[in-house]
T-cell receptor, first 115, second 114 residues
């Protein structure tokens, strides 16, 4: 049981380049999400999904695309990287709940630098 | 709107002492969950403890307990008998019934002094 995996762990991009951050989970969780973590700002939600084929925007979606073709995978695409997207990115997953219960499980994070 | 507030950017505690990390929240949901996560310097996010809005007892997990005061909308984390390994960032989070999204506070950096 690998939990939530993310690749790559580190990435350096030039302004204007595109790339995809990969995320996969093997716990059959319906809910998956992407966050970015910046100093002093906690974790901010970029996009999330409540099941295959269903995605929605979070607090800071601009410059990012997602898709959810399977339950297991939830890739995050940076369309045209900007220095403001330099951050640590976390993918997380959990069961859906009607009561607010069930914690998220986090991947190890991707440290992205945009020059 | 859902919001989590952590007002202590940094805290220090002596080894073996107890420490309380503050968290207040705002939500219009009747049913919600409150969570605490630990992020050590290595960067991973570790789930510590959960409290449901309808739970009458405060949650406990080993040395961690959650002081839940629903009327005051507070969910403070208490760490008893602090250890050097407790030095880390601590995040409070809330998950509402509406939308299933998690909302995070800005975190508290805890340093345990030997």
């Amino acid at each position: 049981n690998a939990g939530v995996t993310q690749t790559p762990k580190f990435q350096v991009l030039k302004t204007g380049q595109s790339m995809t951050l990969q995320c996969a989970q093997d716990m059959n969780h319906e809910y998956m999400s992407w966050y970015r973590q910046d100093p002093g700002m906690g974790l901010r939600l970029i996009h999330y999904s409540v099941g295959a084929g269903i995605t929605d925007q979070g607090e800071v979606p601009n410059g990012y695309n997602v898709s959810r073709s399977t339950t297991e995978d939830f890739p995050l695409r940076l369309l045209s990287a900007a220095p403001s997207q330099t951050s640590v990115y976390f993918c997380a997953s959990s069961y859906l709940t009607g009561t607010g219960a069930d914690t998220q499980y986090f991947g190890p994070g991707t440290r992205l630098t945009v020059l | 709107a859902q919001k989590i507030t952590q007002t202590q950017p940094g805290m220090f505690v002596q080894e073996k002492e107890a420490v309380t990390l503050d968290c207040t929240y705002d939500t219009s949901d009747q049913s919600y969950g409150l969570f605490w996560y630990k992020q050590p310097s290595s960067g991973e996010m570790i789930f510590l403890i959960y409290q449901g809005s309808y739970d009458e007892q405060n949650a406990t997990e080993g040395r961690y307990s959650l002081n839940f005061q629903k009327a005051r909308k507070s969910a403070n984390l208490v760490i008893s008998a602090s250890q050097l390994g407790d030095s880390a960032m601590y995040f409070c989070a809330m998950r509402g019934y509406t939308g299933n999204q998690f909302y995070f506070g800005t975190g508290t950096s805890l340093t345990v002094i030997p």
